[in-house]
């Protein structure tokens, strides 16, 4: 006995009525006219009016240009290279949006399965002793060769397919693509973020380490100096206030190396976090100071039009703004009803598993589902996606002027630094010169111990600057190169 309630068989007699046959010529109609449209505007990139050339970019030079994908080896430095390739392999923050570019990819595949039939496949075996007390129970009892003990087999096969008439599923579809497109467009911006978070560390360890050398050599000179002033004391030449302004100026030199070992530090840290590794696992490595940093060419060929294929934020921009348009499609969709069709092949038995003509129970069904009276809702959506498109369009122009606003920006920065650099290497040739003559004009006598200290100041002065414009020319490089989208 069937203890459960079951879906009557429709037989297929039933389902050659002529309005069934009617039904399915106008939804075979439909969906072939629907097929080649679907509802909602169709994408069209927006135009870009951007300039022909950067304003502030130089002349080329004759140097063959650094490849953007892989700009960190126009440095000529083989422990720069290795170090931005590692990060680029092991980075912790990249393997995350690589995760980020998976799920919206799986995403986009779902969206389009959604667009096919399903099918599935159920089996089931009951074994059930019914209450004798129950109301179905006491009923059945009374009744002769009454069974409490039933087993129920059921197995079948379904399947279902919501015809996408007005193109919902299809736009719907659309804009997880255009989202997947944009995942992967930001994993790039990430890619290139990495490497030059990698290169400014690096560039900021190299200046650290150069800053420190000058200060020691200062350094040296200083006590060499303070020799120099206690040996011409102890024969009366001197004074012992010289004596202390001399000692003053060693102390204040000592007293500029522990800053400096401190962003060494830092910088070396922030590297091991960019490479996946723990706080002081490559200092070694980077013991021995660099030789000066060497500027590779710019890619100043490169044009504003151009800019908008490399940039991975400006494309990511456009992408999500393709998703918002198709979203339109998606909401207008929701005016036109929608059909689904439905049918199951299946055996159900009392008695066994055994598939049969008996126990054989088919089922088809077509389903209609429209909001007919819910059409201010469905105008909601539509104008809430028309906004969100609006609001997409916004953000894409907005992307566009801030990656040409950062690469004029960044050539404004890489001129003015070049320009310092040249000044500062006059002036610290004629500090030297200058704290050379002045040294001996105080060996004979000629100007005070404190004139001399003052030329060692501004020598040290002008020496560390160089040093750090030099390594800034160098940070500078690396933000030109990221704001032209380079490595990806």
């Known amino acids: ?143 002769p060769g009454y069974q409490r003990d039933a087993s129920l087999y059921d197995s079948g096969i379904g399947a279902s397919w919501e015809l996408d008439l007005a193109g919902g599923l299809r736009r719907g579809a659309e804009a997880f693509a255009a989202e997947a497109q944009a995942a992967e467009a930001e994993h790039a911006g990430v890619r290139i973020s990495i490497a030059a978070e990698a290169a400014d560390a690096y560039f900021r360890v190299r200046a650290a380490q150069a800053r420190l050398a000058v200060a020691q050599s200062q350094l040296d000179t200083d006590r060499e100096l303070l020799s120099l002033v206690r040996m011409r004391l102890s024969q009366g030449m001197s004074t012992a206030r010289e004596r202390a302004q001399a000692e003053a100026r060693v102390a204040q030199v000592e007293g500029t190396l522990p800053a400096l070992q401190a962003e060494r530090d830092t910088q070396l840290n922030r590297l091991d976090v960019l490479m996946a590794a723990t706080p002081g696992t490559h200092a070694a490595e980077l013991a021995t100071p660099a030789a000066r940093v060497v500027l590779p060419a710019l890619a100043t060929a490169l044009t504003p039009a151009e800019l908008l294929r490399r940039r991975p934020d400006v494309i990511a921009a456009e992408r999500r703004l393709a998703a918002s348009n198709a979203r339109i499609g998606v909401a207008t969709a929701e005016y036109y009803p929608s059909v689904s069709l439905s049918a199951l092949l299946g055996f159900e038995s009392l008695r066994t598993a055994t598939p049969s003509s008996a126990n054989f129970q088919p089922l088809a069904a077509v389903g209609l589902h429209w909001r007919l009276f819910d059409f201010g809702r469905v105008d909601a959506e539509v104008a809430k996606a028309e906004g969100a498109k609006a609001e997409a369009l916004a953000r894409y122009r907005q992307s566009l002027l801030r990656a040409t606003e950062d690469v004029e920006n960044a050539l404004i920065r890489q001129g003015q630094l070049d320009a310092e650099r040249l000044a500062l290497l006059q002036e610290v040739d004629a500090d030297v010169r200058a704290r050379g003559a002045t040294q001996r004009a105080y060996a004979g006598g000629a100007v005070s111990l404190l004139e001399l200290l003052e030329q060692d100041r501004q020598l040290l002065a002008a020496r560390d600057r160089l040093v750090r414009v030099q390594s800034d020319s160098g940070r500078a490089a690396v933000a030109t190169f990221r704001a032209l989208g380079g490595g990806w």
């Open 1 to 143: 006995m069937n203890l459960r309630q079951t879906p009557l068989p429709i037989s297929p007699r039933r389902l050659r009525w002529p309005g069934f046959r009617r039904l399915r010529v106008g939804i075979a109609i439909a969906s072939l006219g629907v097929a080649a449209c679907a509802v909602g505007p169709d994408y069209t990139k927006p135009e870009s009016a951007l300039p022909e050339r950067f304003q502030h970019a130089a002349l080329p030079s004759p140097a063959p240009e650094v490849q953007l994908e892989a700009w960190w080896k126009g440095f000529g430095d083989p422990v720069l290279e290795r170090i931005v390739e590692r990060a680029l392999a092991q980075n912790l923050d990249l393997a995350a949006s690589f995760a980020r570019v998976a799920q919206a990819r799986a995403a986009a595949q779902r969206a389009v399965a959604s667009e096919r039939p399903t099918i599935a496949a159920d089996a089931q075996a009951a074994r059930q002793r019914q209450s004798l007390e129950s109301p179905l129970g006491a009923l059945a009892s009374a009744h």
